[in-house]
């Protein structure tokens, strides 16, 4: 927007991808669309846990632009009772939906129940504790029809040793 000064430390477009060492059972293993940050807090979804519910139904008009696999997504542990949608036009980023609106221009479409959010301050923090990566995200990370596979996937996007990550069983200790 003209005149608005974007914060250079915003993450927000790009996606979290959990750290090792971070074993908090909301975010293991996790690669988190983060949709907002600003020094007012943080918001994302969780991209990468399919619940066993299926999507097609609960509204109706949108069952024919539902990205595979047509299931509701577990966004994050705040709100569970509150839907999020995102949808994309051709190849652009991901946006936010309003799902009680016209469908317009989408032509795909996530259902999510709850997000992702942070305090004022908290993301900035967590980042700087080195408990999330922060990786350039591509259009299809949302909408992927591999979502069991995409923590894996987005790790070998990841630059250096980084990289490594991907190659770490869910218990290291096991190894």
Same mark, same amino acid.
């Given at each position: 927007?003209?005149?608005? %000064?974007?914060?250079?430390?915003? +993450?927000?477009?790009? &996606?979290? +991808?959990?750290?090792?060492?971070?074993?908090?059972?909301?975010?293991?293993?996790?690669? +988190? &669309?983060? =949709?907002?940050?600003?020094?007012?807090?943080?918001?994302?979804?969780?991209?990468?846990?399919?619940?066993?519910?299926?999507?097609?139904?609960? &509204?109706?008009?949108?069952?024919?632009? =539902?990205?595979?696999?047509?299931?509701?997504?577990?966004?994050?542990?705040?709100?569970?009772?509150?839907?999020?949608? &995102?949808?994309?036009?051709?190849?652009?980023?991901?946006?936010?939906?309003?799902?009680?609106?016209?469908?317009?221009?989408?032509?795909?479409?996530?259902?999510?129940?709850?997000?992702?959010?942070?305090?004022?301050?908290?993301?900035?923090?967590?980042?700087?504790?080195?408990?999330?990566?922060?990786?350039?995200?591509?259009?299809?990370?949302?909408?992927?029809?591999?979502?069991?596979?995409?923590?894996?996937?987005?790790?070998?996007?990841? %630059?250096?040793?980084?990289? =490594?990550?991907?190659?770490?069983?869910?218990?290291?200790?096991?190894?």
């Amino acid at each position: 927007m003209p005149g608005v %000064q974007e914060d250079p430390r915003s +993450v927000a477009g790009s &996606l979290l +991808v959990s750290a090792a060492h971070l074993i908090d059972p909301n975010f293991r293993r996790t690669v +988190v &669309l983060v =949709l907002e940050h600003t020094p007012e807090g943080a918001l994302g979804v969780v991209l990468n846990e399919p619940l066993d519910l299926d999507a097609r139904g609960i &509204l109706e008009e949108w069952d024919h632009l =539902l990205a595979q696999p047509p299931v509701v997504f577990r966004g994050g542990p705040v709100a569970p009772e509150v839907a999020i949608g &995102l949808g994309r036009t051709g190849d652009g980023p991901p946006l936010i939906v309003d799902l009680e609106d016209d469908i317009g221009e989408i032509d795909v479409v996530r259902l999510f129940s709850g997000y992702s959010g942070w305090a004022p301050h908290q993301l900035d923090a967590e980042l700087a504790d080195n408990d999330w990566h922060v990786v350039p995200a591509h259009p299809d990370d949302a909408f992927t029809d591999d979502p069991q596979g995409l923590w894996r996937g987005v790790v070998a996007r990841m %630059q250096g040793d980084d990289v =490594l990550l991907s190659t770490l069983p869910m218990d290291p200790r096991l190894n």
